[in-house]
């Protein structure tokens, strides 16, 4: 069973940045895919960005290709999403999300752990 576990969200204002950060702990961490989704209340949760086992296959949302960065450390068990240019329609509470194969989809059934989220929130 893997846990994982965000932090890093906040109040941003417009064009700022932001990093999130999660933790996870369990079966070989290198061994699976990892993602960030986002939700806003009332909606569907949405994917952000994914990347497989070793880092070689990076995916991201359309709405954020460009100005969001995943990365993993396999030493620390931990996966990154950098967030600049931040607009206010990023306003959502983001997860975290184990895959259950090495390269992850965009599909949030293929996604078998998830955090308790992190909000973030852009405003001026």
């Known amino acids: 069973q893997v846990h994982v576990a965000e932090s890093g969200g906040g109040l941003v204002q417009p064009g700022g940045s932001l990093t999130l950060s999660c933790a996870a702990s369990?079966?070989?961490?290198?061994?699976?895919?990892m993602g960030w989704f986002r939700q806003v209340q009332g909606k569907g949760r949405e994917f952000v960005a994914g990347?497989?086992?070793?880092?070689?296959?990076?995916t991201y949302a359309d709405s954020v290709k460009g100005r969001f960065t995943i990365s993993r450390d396999n030493d620390k068990n931990t996966v990154n999403l950098q967030m600049n240019s931040l607009r206010s329609e990023d306003t959502a509470v983001y997860y975290c999300a184990a895959a259950r194969s090495f390269y992850p989809t965009t599909r949030r059934d293929d996604f078998g752990s998830w955090g308790q989220g992190t909000q973030v929130t852009v405003s001026s």
């Open positions: 369990g079966r070989s961490f290198s061994s699976y895919g």
């Open positions: 990347i497989s086992g070793r880092g070689g296959r990076i």
